[in-house]
C-alpha cells in the first residue's frame, strides 16, 4: 500500500469525474457531489439536511451551498419536520426524480468504461475489496472521527 495506492486512488477519481462531467452538465448538475445527494435523499426518504451531509459525507459549509442551489434550481423541496419544525427535511421535487434517473440511464456507458477491460471475476473482486475499505473507513469516520490517527491505527489495524 502506501504511496502507490493514494495516487492510483486519487487518479482514477479525477478521471471518473472527467467522464461524467458532460452527463452532469446536459442534466443540469454541477458535480458528482450533487447527483448523490439525489442519490441519497432517495434512499433515505426524507431526511433532514445534516442526515444527506452525513450520509454523503460532506461539510456542512459544503453541503450547505449545494443543497440552496439545488433547491434553488427546483431539484429538491425543502419542508419543516411534524414533530420539530427547527429540523428541515428535504424530498426529491418530480424534477429531481427526472434528473437523477436520467443521469443514471445515460451513465450506464460511462459505468462500462471505468470498469476497463475487466473480467466478471475481476470486476467482483474489485467490489468486494472496495466494499470492504468502504465499511471499514465509514466505521472509522462515524465512530471514531475524535481519535487521533495514531489512535485510529492503533485501534484498527491488526
Do not use: C
Not at 101 to 118: A, C, M, R, T, Y
Not at 128 to 157: P, Q, V, W
Amino acid at each position: 500500500m502506501g504511496k502507490p495506492t493514494v495516487w492510483l486512488t486519487h487518479r482514477l477519481s479525477k478521471i471518473f469525474r472527467w467522464y461524467a462531467k458532460d452527463i452532469l452538465q446536459a442534466n443540469g448538475l454541477s458535480s458528482m457531489d450533487e447527483y448523490f445527494f439525489l442519490v441519497s435523499i432517495t434512499k433515505l426518504g426524507s431526511p433532514s439536511k445534516t442526515e444527506v451531509y452525513a450520509d454523503t459525507i460532506t461539510e456542512m459549509n459544503t453541503g450547505t451551498q449545494m443543497m440552496k442551489r439545488m433547491i434553488e434550481a427546483g431539484l429538491i423541496e425543502e419542508f419543516a419536520d411534524n414533530q420539530d419544525k427547527r429540523v428541515h427535511r428535504v424530498k426529491l421535487t418530480t424534477k429531481g426524480k427526472r434528473i437523477k434517473e436520467s443521469f443514471f440511464q445515460q451513465s450506464v456507458p460511462d459505468l462500462k468504461l471505468k470498469s476497463g477491460n475487466l473480467s466478471q471475476i475481476e470486476k467482483k473482486e474489485l467490489i468486494r475489496l472496495l466494499a470492504y475499505l468502504e465499511k471499514f473507513h465509514t466505521n472509522i469516520y462515524f465512530n471514531d472521527s475524535e481519535l487521533s490517527f495514531e489512535e485510529m491505527i492503533e485501534k484498527h489495524l491488526l
